[in-house]
């Protein structure tokens, strides 16, 4: 017979034998149960179960209780004097394996752990390891900044489109950084949920909310000693900015859900496709968090600005994406180059080497070779007099995207993938221009 609730259930401790167990530290026998008696909350569903007596034992290992071991006997006999003493040695025994089996677990979660940082670590290795092409003027004076600046501890903002490099360029200013040989952290904010960025970036404890079944560092902590890259910094919600300016101030963060105060020594740089001026403007970013991190503000032109890195840069993207592919890079050609310069990329070289992959799957082994680039067909589809607003372009762009991948937006093969873009970035530009595939009429969900 076993009158207590099923597992996962939780007690008050404070109204029951195993709180006051725990409290002295020490067994609590009730030799009578009493079903009327208001004692402690079990007495009254023991004795109606049949029960006579109950002891509560403290499983305490190394002055640590960890939990209660509760007998109850059957009436008529007394617990003292029928079982007490060998179930005070069971306890023992069950606080010692309990013990040992809860060290297990937490090894095996260590494990877990740091087997997932150690392929970030890796992945991060492998994305870093392509080096930046800065052959025009305006990546040559990019790339000159982001090397005065590594050499100092300074917070760094990179600016620019999306697609174009922000990231990268971050990896960049870290490995010619003194904090090099420390990690590198990059945390996206714009694909985060709003409710779980302060435990991603801070941390959290035990129990600081539902599901919050151990501590978790956070992305601060990871990064000490090295650089924390902030990429979409405009994405963060108000009451992100005040913890995150706190933290860039004190260099202290405090987990969620815990008291303690944590010394941080991380680096920060930002990165943001947002005008920030204007979100400070309108009250949706922090003026205090803006000029903490602007301290050193490098702007990134988009690829349309880079004419003279375009030929070199598709011929290092082709080796790299060959290199991936594990095959030989195929020859580019001169009319190949002019086909994709034509082309504006909107969403820049993230588009681009998107574009260049698939080329190199589905073409020639032995040349590159450019059909028609991406949106070129669209751009055909209308009458060369026709002209449309930004927004009705756009729309048509996003929506023969929809269509070429039937809906689909995650994936390799999905339609922001095709458009060069990150799928929360995409999303967010649907709702944006109200763009749906063809046929469908659903209202959009709203920002």
């Given at each position: 017979r076993l009158p207590y609730p099923g597992r996962g259930h939780r007690f008050d401790l404070r109204r029951s034998i195993s709180g006051a167990a725990l409290e002295r530290k020490a067994a609590v026998v009730v030799e009578h149960l009493d079903p009327g008696a208001q004692r402690f909350d079990e007495e009254r569903r023991l004795s109606l179960a049949g029960y006579g007596s109950l002891a509560c034992f403290p499983l305490i290992l190394d002055r640590n209780a960890i939990g209660t071991?509760?007998?109850?006997?059957?009436?008529?006999?007394?617990m003292i004097d029928h079982c007490y003493h060998h179930a005070e040695r069971v306890a023992r025994l069950v606080a010692i394996a309990l013990h040992n089996s809860l060290m297990v677990e937490e090894v095996h979660r260590l494990n877990r752990l740091l087997a997932r940082e150690n392929a970030d670590l890796k992945q991060q290795v492998v994305r870093g390891a392509g080096g930046y092409v800065a052959e025009g003027p305006a990546m040559r004076q990019v790339m000159e900044e982001a090397r005065r600046v590594a050499a100092t501890d300074a917070a760094v903002l990179i600016r620019g489109e999306t697609g174009t490099g922000k990231e990268g360029l971050a990896r960049a200013i870290h490995e010619a950084s003194p904090r090099a040989t420390g990690p590198l952290v990059v945390v996206n904010?714009?694909?985060?949920?709003?409710?779980?960025?302060?435990?991603?970036?801070?941390?959290?404890?035990?129990?600081?909310f539902t599901g919050a079944t151990s501590r978790k560092r956070g992305q601060f902590e990871r990064a000490h000693g090295g650089t924390l890259v902030l990429d979409e910094i405009g994405d963060a919600p108000l009451a992100v900015q005040v913890r995150?300016?706190?933290?860039?101030?004190?260099?202290?963060?405090r987990r969620v859900g815990g008291d303690e105060e944590i010394g941080v020594d991380v680096r920060v740089i930002a990165a943001t496709h947002r005008p920030l001026e204007e979100m400070v403007a309108n009250g949706r970013f922090r003026e205090d968090l803006y000029y903490r991190i602007n301290a050193f503000p490098i702007q990134l032109p988009p690829l349309r600005a880079?004419?003279?890195?375009?030929?070199?840069?598709?011929?290092?993207?082709?080796a790299r994406i060959a290199g991936r592919l594990?095959?030989?890079?195929?020859?580019?050609?001169?009319?190949?180059?002019?086909?994709?310069?034509?082309?504006?990329?909107?969403?820049?070289?993230?588009e681009l080497e998107n574009f260049l992959e698939r080329a190199?799957?589905?073409?020639?082994?032995?040349?590159?070779?450019?059909?028609?680039?991406?949106?070129?067909?669209?751009?055909?589809g209308g009458e060369a007099e026709t002209v449309v607003t930004f927004d009705q372009g756009v729309r048509a762009l996003l929506e023969c995207a929809l269509t070429q991948t039937h809906g689909k937006i995650y994936g390799p093969d999905g339609a922001a993938a095709r458009l060069g873009?990150?799928?929360?970035?995409?999303?967010?530009k649907l709702r944006r221009f109200a763009a749906r595939t063809p046929g469908d009429r659903r209202p959009l969900p709203r920002a």
């Open positions: 071991l509760e007998i109850a006997h059957i009436p008529g006999e007394g904010l714009g694909a985060i949920p709003e409710g779980l960025i302060e435990s991603e970036l801070f941390g959290h404890e035990k129990g600081a995150l300016l706190r933290a860039l101030q004190d260099h202290r963060i880079r004419g003279d890195d375009f030929a070199p840069l598709v011929r290092h993207l082709v594990n095959r030989r890079p195929p020859a580019v050609g001169t009319a190949a180059i002019e086909r994709l310069r034509a082309y504006p990329w909107p969403g820049n070289v993230r190199l799957i589905i073409g020639p082994a032995d040349e590159l070779v450019v059909e028609q680039p991406l949106g070129s067909a669209l751009a055909a873009l990150k799928p929360t970035t995409l999303q967010g």
